[in-house]
């Protein structure tokens, strides 16, 4: 049987002014991608109160906004008296990486949730997940008769949910998960923010891209007990020695295209799978933040390899090239100057597909 993620004690000492027996709302309307408004809020709020077991998704492949979004949420709720599960369809095992989070412990690999048909959720919630098909193989879950609630900040999501918490003008899931739990009235803690502060972190460049608010929420983590230096050295600044000679073949395959973009730049390379033989998949996503300080592009892509022979592109850019229509129109998605998407194909074709689209 699984077992629902670890957390704190189940029990409900936390207030609530809803109708816990008001029951899960039924299927609506998909909204659009708009900031959220008050009355779509209530409706959040009722899902999320209302429901008694709920399956949490981070996406495929997931870094510290999902699994810190989804962790968090799951153990507000646990304090509630809600069991959670909290899962994601790729790879096996939660990224080493990310092992040390609060709860990641508890988190139910895909294969186990598949294979044990005794769970029943009344409500699915996928958070830090721009579109459906980043569930992989939970998306037909999607389409049955539970309620599904979709929290993000991904401004090329097109609102896939029955009730969609969509705000593309927050830095990180982890932020509206924060205002969530406030609603609830779940205090914040050490571990709480451990998690949000994680996502947080990340998702702007060690706080590089952070707006005041972002700050402000940081430093409200730090005084709850985050050891913000020791945390960010676990989540990007740690690798194993195989890393560095998985980058040094990256690097020796970078490519700089001057007249890409319509004259603004292009700095590419791949990393395969046999690159990171010593190594691990994760420590391919750190690549770009490297070939994207060449200051004489715009714009950074690197092609990862996977086992099946697909790629996985990322892409980062900065004024005046936005990234996001690129990803889309591959299929992908992402923020405006941070995108990325899937590419069937070989790589030498995908390149000159990207670089049509860069113009």
């Known amino acids: 049987m699984v077992t629902p993620v670890a957390g704190a004690a189940q029990g409900s000492s936390v207030g609530d002014d809803s109708d816990p027996s008001a029951g899960p709302l039924p299927p609506t309307v998909r909204s659009s991608t708009a900031p959220i408004e008050d009355h779509d809020r209530a409706a959040v709020m009722e899902l999320l109160c209302s429901a008694e077991r709920v399956l949490i998704l981070a996406h495929r492949n997931p870094d510290a906004d999902a699994l810190g979004s989804a962790l968090a949420l799951a153990r507000g709720l646990q304090m509630r008296g809600c069991t959670c599960w909290v899962s994601f369809d790729q790879p096996r095992e939660v990224p080493r990486s990310l092992a040390g989070l609060p709860g990641a412990a508890g988190v139910v690999p895909a294969d186990d949730w598949f294979a044990d048909g005794s769970h029943q959720p009344d409500l699915v919630v996928t958070v830090d997940c ?13 389409a049955t008769a539970v309620p599904v609630l979709v929290i993000d900040h991904h401004a090329s999501n097109p609102g896939f949910g029955d009730v969609n918490f969509i705000d593309p003008g927050a830095d990180s899931t982890t932020v509206l998960i924060d205002g969530l739990l406030a609603d ?9 923010a451990t998690l949000l502060y994680a996502g947080l972190a990340t998702d702007t ?14 430093a409200r983590y730090l005084d709850a007990g985050v050891d913000g230096d020791a945390l960010l050295r676990r989540l990007s600044d740690s690798h194993p020695f195989g890393y560095l000679r998985a980058l040094a073949r990256a690097l020796a395959r970078v490519e700089l295209l001057p007249a890409a973009a319509g004259g603004l730049g292009l700095v590419h390379t791949l990393i395969t799978v046999e690159d990171l033989r010593d190594a691990r998949s994760e420590d391919a996503e750190s690549v770009i933040d490297v ?15 996977q086992s099946d022979g697909s790629w996985l592109v990322s892409l980062r850019s900065r ?10 129109g591959f299929g992908g998605g992402g923020h405006a100057f941070a995108a990325g998407y899937s590419w069937l194909g070989d790589h030498d074709t995908g390149l000159r597909a990207l670089l049509a689209a860069l113009g």
């Not at 200051?295 to 092609?303: M, T």
């Open 184 to 192: 609830l009235g779940i205090p914040l803690d050490a571990e709480f």
């Open 205 to 218: 460049g060690s706080f590089r891209r952070a707006d005041a608010e972002s700050l402000r929420s940081a």
């Open 130 to 142: 721009g579109a459906a098909e980043r569930v992989g193989r939970f998306e037909a879950l999607l």
């Open 319 to 328: 004024q005046p090239v936005m990234v996001t229509g690129i990803a889309q």
């Open 291 to 305: 070939i994207r300080t060449a200051e004489e592009a715009a714009v950074a892509a690197v092609f990862k390899e």
